[in-house]
């Protein structure tokens, strides 16, 4: 597994390599602040110049970089496992009905990290899907959109609470096929808006209906491309890019999705 360190001044030509190999390995374990930075750094194809502002920096400025670090930092020493060329559905969704038609060219991949707790006892690909189960967090897509990163994400609340905190956490069992593996983590979705197909109304609208959808039967999900057309069907602009939503068209769409919303006013 790699030993993940790369100097600022080195960092594009780092050489996440195998010790015994010349293949570049998915496995990535994590021990410390630098190789955490290196790391987010990298999966999020910053610049040497960017990397060379410093972290305090990159919290401030950079809300990607900012979710990452203060979500990781909660674990001391993790492995990650990169999955590149993922197909994520909801931006996939974005991408065709929007991204795809805009001037500037925009990948159809992502990738996707699956987190697992401290170092494997063995490579990955040796380990059993039980082995892995009792280590799993979760995983954390990420889109090629710049500062609008992340994408769905499904973490276990157990790893990244801190200890001083005594809340209540709705979760649900999703299921995760990881290079043929299949686990299963307790999570509730979350991902950011990306401000053009998402805004925080639609957002929130795909993080419930993900959650209820993958929870009961009765309900089922919407992607994107959906709310955007049910949201058009009720109001007297185009809906792209997004300026959000008003409460009226937020309750109208749960209403067609199986819901019965009712509006309060204070």
Known sequence: MNNLYTEPDKFEDADFQENESYEISPVFEIYNEDQQMNFIAWILNMSEQELARGKDFLIEY???????????????????????????????????????????????FCKRLCLFNGTLNEHFYDCTCSELEKRFMGTIVIRPIPDRSIGRTLISPYYFLPDNITCRVRVTDYQVTVYGKRLHVQAFPYSMQDGETTSCAEITILNLLDYYSQSY????YLLPSEISGLAERNSYERRIPTNGLSYELISKIFCDVGFYPRLYST
């Open 217 to 220: 039967p009765e309900y089922h």
């Open 62 to 108: 950079n809300t990607s970089f900012r979710v990452l670090w203060k979500l990781l930092s909660h674990v001391n020493i993790y492995t990650v496992v990169v999955e590149d060329h993922y197909v994520d559905r909801v931006y996939r969704d974005s991408y065709y009905f929007y991204y795809s038609g805009k001037h500037f060219s925009y990948n159809r």
